[in-house]
């Protein structure tokens, strides 16, 4: 297995990157990869890609993306207007959990945060993940803060 490639997501990586958010149990349930792909998909990925301060990324092997997470840039005035480095929708193609390779995506999204001068680098994911709580404390993420969520 070649080094992995981790890159800024494309248009044309768009079905690739909902097939890994779908093929989870979680995400089975909120996902649809069938084709033709929801307009909903292209629509948000044009709205990432315009923005400067979200970067969805793709990390590719041999030709085939196998990885995916977006970071969110936040600017704030607490902590003397410090920027922050939300890091979310981390997957990992079913084929490759297990290895390094999630650890190697955490490593590179902070160094993304810290290029852009941000003073934290956070990230979410779903509470039903017990394993995903040890897995980042491990890397040295701390649970200071309880977050809540408004479905709309």
Same mark, same amino acid.
């Given at each position: 297995? !070649?080094?992995?490639?981790?890159?800024?997501?494309?248009?044309?990586?768009?079905?690739?990157?909902?097939?890994?958010?779908?093929?989870?149990?979680?995400?089975?349930?909120?996902?649809?990869?069938?084709?033709?792909?929801?307009?909903? /998909?292209?629509?948000?990925?044009?709205?990432?890609?315009?923005?400067?301060?979200?970067?969805?990324?793709?990390?590719?092997?041999?030709?085939?993306?196998c990885g995916t997470l977006q970071i969110s840039f936040i600017p704030g005035l !607490? /902590?003397?207007?410090?920027?922050?480095?939300?890091?979310?929708?981390?997957?990992?193609?079913?084929?490759?959990?297990?290895? !390094?390779?999630?650890?190697?995506?955490?490593?590179?999204?902070?160094?993304?945060?810290?290029?852009?001068?941000?003073?934290?680098?956070?990230?979410?994911?779903?509470?039903?993940?017990?394993?995903?709580?040890?897995? /980042?404390?491990?890397?040295?993420?701390?649970?200071? /803060?309880?977050?809540?969520?408004?479905?709309?």
């Amino acid at each position: 297995m !070649s080094e992995p490639i981790f890159r800024r997501a494309q248009e044309s990586d768009v079905e690739a990157i909902v097939a890994i958010l779908a093929d989870d149990v979680l995400g089975q349930e909120r996902e649809d990869s069938r084709w033709p792909l929801p307009t909903s /998909y292209l629509h948000a990925f044009h709205a990432l890609d315009a923005d400067p301060n979200h970067f969805l990324a793709v990390v590719e092997i041999d030709g085939t993306i196998c990885g995916t997470l977006q970071i969110s840039f936040i600017p704030g005035l !607490s /902590y003397q207007g410090a920027w922050r480095g939300e890091i979310n929708s981390i997957r990992v193609a079913r084929t490759i959990r297990g290895n !390094s390779l999630l650890e190697s995506m955490i490593t590179w999204a902070i160094a993304k945060c810290k290029a852009r001068n941000c003073r934290f680098a956070q990230l979410t994911f779903d509470k039903k993940r017990p394993d995903s709580h040890r897995f /980042y404390v491990q890397l040295g993420f701390s649970a200071n /803060y309880r977050g809540y969520m408004l479905e709309l």
